[in-house]
């Protein structure tokens, strides 16, 4: 089983209040706390959509096993490292773009952790999502405890400020803000039976939206 924690949220958001304002055409400063919230909102929804973090972030990934590449994990006989053959040579991480891994850890029947030198390991954050890679010669290491004997710390975004967020993603953002600024205490059902929006996550959002997200989003499994 995989499972997945944010750790540290973004410290920043993609898109700027002053060029949301001026999207959404608002000249006053009496909602600018509402404004500011819908942002984030907005930035969390379009990640959530996408598969991807858009402002830096840090994760970590839960492993009870590391993924097979054929036969089962245990056979009833052998014992120790589990070798390449075994497993499969690398791990995909979610939210791409990978910037870097902070960590490998893994955990004894006691929970004591034993961090993983970052010399068996390479780390592609060309490829999205990015790949935690196995170095010739190295195996992964074998985990005693039966849940989340792995974690993958590791840091995903594309900047700590919206300057290399691709211009789409940022556009995006600020049009949703507008929609649920404009549209706000509108049921979904009202909107969705026009043609105009969907659903996604139970969330309403035009379709213009998600038609300039959908080059956007992951598509491969992790």
Do not use: C
Not at 38 to 54: D, H, L
Not at 69 to 87: M, Q, T, Y
Not at 104 to 119: A, E, L, Q, R
């Amino acid at each position: 089983m995989t499972s997945f924690k944010l750790t540290v949220p973004p410290a920043a958001e993609p898109v700027a209040l002053a060029d949301v304002k001026a999207q959404a055409r608002i000249d006053t400063t009496a909602d600018d706390a509402l404004l500011t919230a819908t942002i984030t909102a907005a930035r969390q929804w379009v990640e959530n959509y996408t598969g991807r973090a858009i402002i830096n972030q840090t994760w970590q990934m839960a492993l009870d096993l590391w993924p097979a590449a054929s036969g089962e994990w245990w056979d009833g006989v052998r014992e120790g490292p589990i070798s390449g053959l075994d497993r499969v040579s690398f791990i995909s991480l979610p939210r791409p773009p990978l910037v870097s891994i902070n960590s490998v850890t893994y955990y004894d029947n006691t929970d004591t952790p034993t961090v993983w030198p970052s010399s068996n390991y390479f780390v592609d954050t060309i490829r999205q999502p990015g790949r935690l890679t196995l170095r010739l010669g190295a195996t992964w290491p074998v985990p005693s405890r039966l849940a989340n004997g792995i974690i993958i710390d590791f840091i995903a975004g594309y900047g700590t400020d919206g300057t290399a967020v691709p211009q789409v993603i940022k556009t995006a953002i600020s049009q949703l803000v507008t929609h649920w600024y404009e549209h706000r205490g509108e049921a979904s059902a009202n909107f969705t039976g026009r043609g105009l929006t969907s659903t996604f996550n139970g969330v309403n959002a035009p379709m213009v939206i998600q038609a300039l997200l959908d080059p956007y989003r992951v598509r491969t499994g992790v």
